[in-house]
């Protein structure tokens, strides 16, 4: 691999960077934190504008990083305080829809080249969504590079208006700590004594209790699973507006499922699963369904978004919507473990060719490079 240049585009001091950072989705924000440790490594002076809880929460600062607190507001204050962050950077670099747009508006009238990456689809319907559609268009315009996470997202800015549009490089971070961890034996029957599941099957899903991620979906199929001896449990980790409705749906109709709440320990119940669920009605790059190829957990999940190319033929793949074909495709993983085997051992070959860190580090890193080098004078 060609090493790239960590310095300003005078080549005398380090490449001044800020990465900016709304502060609303965890896989995002691990993304950032990831991506300023490998660059801090590189020599490359870093300043990250989050809100301060989304600092608290992933320590930005400790991988070397300064950081500036911008709430996640667009008003008037909180783009004067960017402004004032990004003066002096040889680039900033803006991830999801709102922080890039009120990046777009504290750089307006510089010069400073404007990387932003869209790690996945804001949602809306209505009136909403033809206001995000506007906030989409004014900070591809503004940007540089748009860098997507799926060549949908890419397609996307091209048809928005981008000058620039490339697939990101983009890894799934590992734990930031590596405490002692049971002995994988142990663990299974551990956890799935912990949630109720022995002598049973074990279905797990995980993301925040929305309209769009399809969990009214789920209990819809888990009719078609409560037939079964023995019938097997379904949890859903994560929080959200859902959660009251989805709880009083599945005490009225009986359902074998648990709303688990907010978790940190989805690497766990992972290792516990024998079945993991993604239903929503959009993913891009999703950390769960990465999470669970790399666990050789068997998937199963909605046909949408960058889901295909991500999982490729690692993962079983139904409508989204379609309770019946999601049902009948985890009834059918339930009963044959041949094809279980088969989901595993392609997961594994599937994550083996996903971008590492180091990968994606070194592709942002040469972006920043080819926009921050001096143009030779005609």
Same mark, same amino acid.
């Given at each position: 691999?060609?090493?790239?240049s960590?310095?300003?585009?005078?080549?005398?001091?380090?490449l001044?960077?800020?990465?900016v950072?709304?502060?609303?989705?965890?896989a995002?924000s691990a993304?950032?934190?990831?991506?300023?440790a490998?660059?801090?490594?590189?020599?490359?002076?870093?300043?990250?504008?989050?809100p301060?809880? %989304?600092?608290? %929460?992933?320590?930005?600062?400790?991988?070397?990083?300064?950081?500036?607190?911008?709430? $996640?507001?667009?008003?008037?204050?909180?783009?004067?305080?960017?402004?004032?962050?990004?003066?002096?950077?040889? +680039?900033?670099?803006?991830?999801?829809?709102?922080?890039?747009?009120?990046t777009?508006?504290?750089?307006?009238? $510089?010069?400073?080249?404007?990387?932003?990456?869209?790690h996945?689809?804001?949602h809306?319907?209505?009136?909403?969504?033809?206001?995000?559609?506007?906030?989409?268009?004014?900070v591809?315009?503004?940007?540089?590079?748009?860098?997507?996470? !799926?060549?949908?997202?890419?397609?996307?800015a091209?048809?928005?208006?981008?000058?620039?549009?490339?697939?990101?490089?983009?890894?799934?971070?590992?734990?930031r !700590?590596?405490?002692?961890?049971?002995?994988?034996?142990?663990?299974?029957?551990?956890?799935?004594?912990?949630?109720?599941?022995?002598?049973?099957?074990?279905?797990?899903?995980?993301?925040?209790?929305?309209?769009?991620?399809?969990?009214?979906?789920?209990?819809?199929?888990?009719?078609?699973?409560?037939?079964?001896?023995?019938? @097997?449990?379904?949890?859903?980790a994560?929080?959200? @507006?859902?959660?009251?409705? +989805?709880?009083? $749906?599945?005490?009225?109709?009986?359902?074998?499922?648990?709303?688990?709440?907010?978790?940190?320990?989805?690497?766990?119940?992972?290792?516990?699963?024998d079945i993991?669920?993604?239903?929503?009605?959009?993913?891009?790059?999703?950390?769960?369904?990465?999470? %669970?190829?790399?666990?050789?957990?068997?998937?199963? %999940?909605?046909?949408?978004?960058g889901v295909?190319?991500?999982?490729?033929?690692a993962? /079983?793949l139904?409508?989204?919507?379609?309770?019946?074909?999601?049902?009948?495709?985890?009834?059918?993983?339930l009963v044959?473990?041949?094809?279980?085997?088969?989901?595993?051992?392609?997961?594994?070959?599937?994550?083996?060719?996903?971008?590492?860190?180091?990968?994606?580090?070194?592709?942002?890193?040469?972006?920043?490079d /080819?926009?921050?080098?001096?143009?030779?004078?005609?």
């Amino acid at each position: 691999m060609t090493p790239v240049s960590s310095h300003s585009p005078h080549g005398q001091s380090p490449l001044r960077t800020v990465q900016v950072l709304g502060g609303g989705n965890d896989a995002g924000s691990a993304h950032v934190r990831s991506l300023t440790a490998g660059l801090v490594a590189r020599g490359v002076r870093v300043t990250v504008c989050a809100p301060v809880e %989304a600092d608290e %929460a992933h320590d930005f600062t400790g991988v070397g990083a300064g950081h500036v607190h911008v709430p $996640r507001s667009s008003d008037p204050g909180s783009v004067a305080a960017l402004r004032a962050a990004c003066t002096g950077a040889d +680039l900033v670099h803006a991830h999801g829809l709102h922080a890039s747009f009120r990046t777009a508006l504290a750089l307006s009238g $510089r010069r400073t080249p404007l990387v932003v990456t869209w790690h996945d689809r804001v949602h809306a319907d209505g009136p909403r969504a033809h206001f995000l559609r506007l906030l989409e268009r004014r900070v591809v315009r503004a940007a540089t590079v748009v860098l997507g996470t !799926t060549s949908a997202l890419v397609d996307r800015a091209r048809r928005t208006g981008a000058r620039d549009a490339r697939l990101a490089a983009v890894s799934l971070p590992g734990p930031r !700590t590596s405490p002692a961890r049971d002995d994988p034996d142990r663990l299974r029957p551990k956890v799935r004594a912990e949630l109720g599941a022995i002598g049973r099957p074990l279905l797990v899903a995980v993301g925040s209790l929305e309209r769009h991620r399809g969990h009214d979906v789920l209990l819809d199929a888990a009719h078609a699973w409560q037939r079964l001896d023995p019938v @097997p449990l379904m949890v859903l980790a994560g929080e959200g @507006p859902l959660r009251g409705e +989805l709880q009083r $749906r599945i005490e009225g109709e009986e359902l074998a499922v648990r709303l688990l709440g907010r978790r940190d320990d989805v690497t766990d119940l992972l290792a516990a699963a024998d079945i993991a669920l993604l239903p929503g009605r959009w993913e891009a790059r999703s950390p769960f369904a990465q999470e %669970a190829l790399r666990a050789r957990v068997p998937l199963v %999940a909605t046909d949408v978004g960058g889901v295909p190319e991500l999982v490729g033929d690692a993962a /079983e793949l139904v409508p989204y919507g379609n309770a019946r074909a999601l049902a009948d495709a985890v009834v059918r993983l339930l009963v044959d473990p041949g094809r279980r085997e088969l989901l595993r051992e392609r997961g594994a070959r599937q994550a083996a060719g996903w971008p590492t860190e180091d990968e994606t580090v070194a592709q942002v890193l040469s972006i920043y490079d /080819e926009l921050t080098q001096p143009r030779p004078l005609v």
